[in-house]
């Protein structure tokens, strides 16, 4: 006889673990199903926690080797021990995975090891590692399953020499010479530490720039920053074909009409991600998957064209973002408690975790020009800040766009040190509707980073005071 649960949750990622916490704190029982042993999908296991620890421990060693010495610290033999700095990655994904195991745990939460499969209403098949297969019952469902790697049919994964983010962040020796195909986040971060650890690292870009939605003015500054710490950038380049030889990738690319060649020793495709449903069994359930971008339809709840399906995250519109992927599990769990909740997608944060770090909430300038609204920018560079100078971190600014008549906050974008911490605020000011003048009247701790922002609030209305 099946188990029976009241939700039973697909995939344990940042999505699907939050749901089934959530759920499992408002009287649910829960199933969690994940291929993985560990716990915390993509994001913890081979996404966003192994490449922060490996951007900043990248961090730590290019600033030991290049720039300690400002600061009065004189260190002689920086060396590198990549096995250790892979270790500590490795020993930091794994406290946070079984810290998500110890929640389950703490909170009654049934966790499954295997492949599920939509079987009928209310129904999941789980095949598990051993080979054996259970069925599961419950009342509702959720689709969690994350994204993946996009590949290039041009350049396909070899998982050696040609690899996804999932192997880029586990080479045994640094690259002599790594290109990464694709300007986004994803290459950029990863291009970062490698190129930080040694490596020469091209970047080559069908589109005119990096970063192609993230704020223009600000993603050039950025460009103009990681070409200074040696990524070489090739933009307006569409690659076109691959082959190997003598432990060597060549990448055939054109560009402006003309045929380009590049050689490396690995080669990092990150052209973007696509949401995980294969063998799922959608089409068999009826669930229905935009034909266009592979995504799952659902409605303003998240339950897709079956009743009691549901589905957040990466599966469906919207960015592919680990914190967004939260918020739409805790709803989904909530509603199904009967209560009433929303995720507000115009306070949803992105960052490149790069160094200077760009971050982001709200519409981009070019967003607010294309709606025919009128506006007003306030900027203040990190150049005039105290504490910035201090930490001797003064590459970039805060930009904040405010709609001309009401003052309402339209956008803010932060490059800069640390700009991932510091976008909280913008964050929290645009989810209670506030104007560029409520961040203006806020008090600022001195000497705080947090300073430019009240700075660029001022800025907006010609009253910044340390400009």
């Known amino acids: 006889m099946a188990d029976r649960f009241d939700l039973a949750v697909i995939g344990a990622g940042p999505g699907g673990y939050v749901a089934a916490i959530r759920a499992a704190q408002l009287g649910m029982k829960v199933v969690c199903v994940d291929r993985r042993s560990a716990l915390g999908g993509t994001c913890l296991n081979v996404g966003c926690i192994p490449s922060k620890a490996l951007l900043d421990s990248s961090e730590l060693y290019a600033f030991a080797g290049s720039r300690i010495g400002e600061y009065g610290v004189k260190i002689d033999g920086i060396t590198l021990d990549l096995k250790t700095m892979l270790g500590r990655k490795d020993h930091v994904v794994k406290g946070l995975t079984d810290g998500i195991a ?20 209310g129904n999941l098949s789980v095949k598990k590692a051993q080979g ?5 019952e419950a009342q509702s469902i959720l689709l969690a399953t994350g994204s993946e ?5 041009a350049l396909p994964f070899d998982g050696s020499s040609i690899v996804s983010s999932t192997e880029a962040l586990s080479f045994e020796r640094v690259p002599t010479h ?41 993603a050039t500054i950025l460009h103009k920053s990681l070409a200074k710490q ?10 076109t074909g691959g082959s190997q030889q003598g432990g060597q990738v060549i990448v055939n690319a054109q560009a402006k009409g003309e045929g380009v ?21 959608l089409d068999e359930a009826g669930v229905a998957v935009d034909k266009k971008t592979g995504r799952v339809v659902v409605d303003a709840n998240y339950q897709t064209s079956v009743p009691g399906i549901y589905a957040i995250g990466d599966l469906i519109s919207g960015p592919m973002l680990a914190h967004k992927a939260q918020e739409e599990g805790s709803a989904v769990a909530e509603q199904l408690a009967g209560m009433k909740t929303q ?29 025919g609204r009128a506006y007003r920018v ?52 645009m989810e209670f509707s506030a104007s560029a003048e409520d961040l203006a009247r806020t008090c600022h701790a001195h000497p705080t980073l947090s300073e430019a922002i009240h700075e660029a609030a001022l800025a907006g209305d010609q009253r910044a005071i340390h400009l």
């Open 230 to 239: 040696g990524l070489k950038f090739h933009l307006e380049t569409k690659v």
């Open 378 to 429: 306030g900027k203040f560079p990190f150049l005039a800040n105290g504490r910035a100078r201090c930490l001797g971190e003064t590459e970039g600014l805060v930009k904040i766009l405010a709609d001309a008549k009401s003052d309402r906050l339209l956008g803010v974008h932060i490059l800069g040190p640390r700009a991932s911490e510091l976008i909280a605020e913008a964050v929290l000011a």
């Open 261 to 281: 060649l590049f050689q490396g020793d690995k080669v990092l495709v990150a052209i973007g991600r696509r949401p995980v449903t294969s063998g799922l069994g």
């Open 178 to 218: 790594l290109i990464v195909v694709g300007g986004g986040y994803i290459g950029l971060e990863l291009g970062s530490v490698w190129a930080r650890l040694g490596a020469k690292v091209t970047v080559v870009e069908f589109l005119p720039r990096i970063l192609p939605f993230a704020d223009a003015e600000l």
């Open 343 to 371: 995720v507000n997608y115009a306070a949803i944060p992105s960052v490149v975790y790069t160094w200077p770090e760009l971050a982001s909430v709200g519409a981009t300038e070019e967003q607010v020009r294309e709606l």
């Open 102 to 121: 110890y929640l389950f745990k703490k909170n009654g939460i049934t966790s499954l090891q295997g492949t599920a499969k939509l079987v009928g209403p």
């Open 132 to 136: 054996s297969s259970e069925v599961v």
């Open 149 to 153: 790697a996009a590949d290039l049919p």
